[in-house]
């Protein structure tokens, strides 16, 4: 774990007898990784948000299904609480779940900029406003 953490840690050089840290490269290799591990894990983890949002669903359509009187109704609301699910779904699948939550999937491209006009406001002001930011 922590051999991991400094492989990705600002790279050091040695400028006039001391040791300088590039900040801004090792903030470009963790957001390249952590970005990489976040699109991933997003990619992953939508299709099973969403199969969970539609087996809640439709375990309540069923509940309500259970009051019906005779077991012949019962199996006719039970099919068509199901129907919705059944028919279409692919179509219904990637414009409910992706499209509505595209901004996790976006949330690096959007973080990038600002964490690197941090970092170099932090450096600016370390600086003493000297130089340009």
């Not at 050091?12 to 840290?21: D, N």
């Not at 692919?90 to 414009?95: E, K």
């Given at each position: 774990?922590?051999?991991?953490?400094f492989a990705?840690?600002?790279a050091?050089?040695?400028?006039?007898?001391?040791?300088?840290?590039n900040y801004r490269r090792g903030l470009k290799r963790s957001y390249v990784v952590l970005?990489?591990?976040?699109?991933a894990y997003w990619l992953a983890a939508l299709p099973?948000?969403?199969e969970r949002r539609d087996d809640e669903a439709l375990r309540a359509r069923i509940e309500v299904c259970a009051s019906e009187p005779d077991a012949a109704?019962?199996?006719?609301?039970?099919d068509e609480a199901k129907q919705p699910f059944l028919s279409d779904t692919?179509?219904?699948?990637?414009?409910d779940a992706y499209l509505s939550e595209v901004w996790l999937l976006l949330a690096p491209?959007?973080?990038?900029?600002?964490?690197?006009?941090?970092?170099?406001?932090?450096s600016w002001v370390r600086r003493g406003f000297r130089e340009g930011p």
């Open positions: 774990m922590i051999a991991g953490f990705f840690w600002p050091q050089k040695r400028e006039g007898g001391r040791w300088v840290v970005s990489a591990v976040w699109i099973l948000r969403k109704s019962m199996r006719r609301c039970i692919g179509a219904r699948f990637f414009s491209v959007i973080l990038y900029p600002l964490l690197l006009g941090g970092m170099g406001a932090v």
